[in-house]
């Protein structure tokens, strides 16, 4: 069965040191990947998606995701924090062998709650 | 471009009464779904519809809810004799279509937070 892990509940950083909110995933085939940021009472925005190519890919605000095949991850990271990167985080796939309609729905992790220190 | 639009924001509803959500997909979009949000969980594919079409509604639950998206005006995610468990927040998502949607990147709505009294 299709599945994401987000496996920290909460990340916590000082402003200006890198952040890594990790993510792994499990797919029968090769997997689509998102991110997305929510704000507090707010809806969902999308930050960046793997979908194939180059392993490294780079998003809104900074943020960039790298795809591991092999260790089935697509950790998010920052080089530097910011206090306004304060939000809770969630990693979503997509199995793209699926067939008919299911093809169309995300598959969410729990999400991670990232704090920005000043 | 205005983005994806719910409304109500926020609806309470007392326990038997039925709550209608709408959602407004962004211009030019023409596939719609529909996730549920418990505290502190993420988010719960419900369905998936295109114009007068259900796609997938294996996240739906069997009793009680029901969605549609007629040829004009919004899709509605309607919820029949609400219960308190029902409580939750309902997110709209659209996506452009005409090709896979499994590369298609869903833009999400703010959201309708559902309170059953």
């Known amino acids: 069965a299709q599945s994401v892990a987000q496996p920290e509940d909460q990340v916590n950083v000082a402003e200006g040191n890198p952040l890594t909110v990790k993510c792994t995933y499990s797919v029968s085939g090769n997997p689509y990947l998102f991110w997305y940021v929510q704000y507090p009472n707010r809806g969902l925005q999308f930050l960046l998606k793997y979908i194939t190519g180059d392993n490294l890919v780079k998003g809104s605000y900074g943020f960039e995701a790298e795809f591991n095949k092999s260790q089935t991850s697509f950790h998010l990271k920052k080089p530097s924090a910011l206090v306004s990167d304060s939000a809770l985080y969630f990693c979503?796939?997509?199995?793209?062998?699926?067939?008919?309609?299911?093809?169309?729905?995300?598959?969410f992790g729990k999400g991670t709650k990232l704090s920005v220190k000043p | 471009n205005a983005g994806v639009m719910q409304n109500p924001r926020h609806l309470v509803r007392r326990r038997g009464q039925e709550a209608r959500l709408r959602c407004s997909p962004m211009k030019g979009h023409s596939h719609v779904y529909w996730y549920r949000q418990l505290p502190e969980e993420g988010l719960k594919f419900m369905v998936y519809l295109q114009k007068e079409n259900i796609i997938d509604e294996s996240g739906m639950p069997k009793e009680r809810f029901s969605a549609e998206f007629p040829k004009e005006g919004p899709s509605i995610l309607r919820i029949q004799q609400v219960v308190r468990g029902d409580s939750a927040a309902y997110f709209c998502a659209s996506s452009p279509g005409g090709g896979m949607p499994t590369g298609e990147t869903q833009y999400f709505g703010p959201g309708t937070r559902l309170l059953v009294l």
């Open positions: 979503a796939v997509r199995d793209p062998t699926k067939r008919g309609g299911s093809q169309g729905n995300l598959i």
